[in-house]
């Protein structure tokens, strides 16, 4: 959630509201990035699922976490913060995948 509060206030969430908003955004785009894992797995005709999820998982965060580098709306982080979140989108891709099966 701080991740999302940061790319929509470039600040943490301050007051319950911003939690909210920042939560539901996140929720949002997670299933977007769901329904784009679908549309690209459903393409392909191998069996590869869990580790397919993998690495769309890790990849997008990647890609996310550079573009908000990119546009100035994402701080520093340290190396426990960058391998949590390098865990939980791990996480997030397998789960996806494992909800296909």
């Not at 929509?8 to 894992?37: D, E, N, P, R, W």
């Not at 580098?69 to 494992?98: H, K, M, P």
Request: a positive charge; proline letters at 0%.
């Amino acid at each position: 959630m701080e991740f999302a509060a940061e790319l929509i206030y470039k600040h943490h969430a301050l007051i319950f509201t911003q939690v909210v908003i920042a939560k539901s955004a996140q929720l949002l785009f997670a299933g977007i990035l769901g329904m784009v894992f679908v549309y690209l797995i459903f393409n392909q005709k191998g069996r590869r699922y869990l580790f397919e999820g993998l690495i769309y998982g890790i990849l997008v965060w990647f890609a996310i976490y550079a573009l908000g580098r990119r546009l100035n709306v994402l701080g520093d982080v340290t190396i426990q913060i960058a391998i949590s979140y390098i865990i939980t989108s791990s996480i997030f891709g397998l789960v996806l995948a494992e909800t296909l099966r």
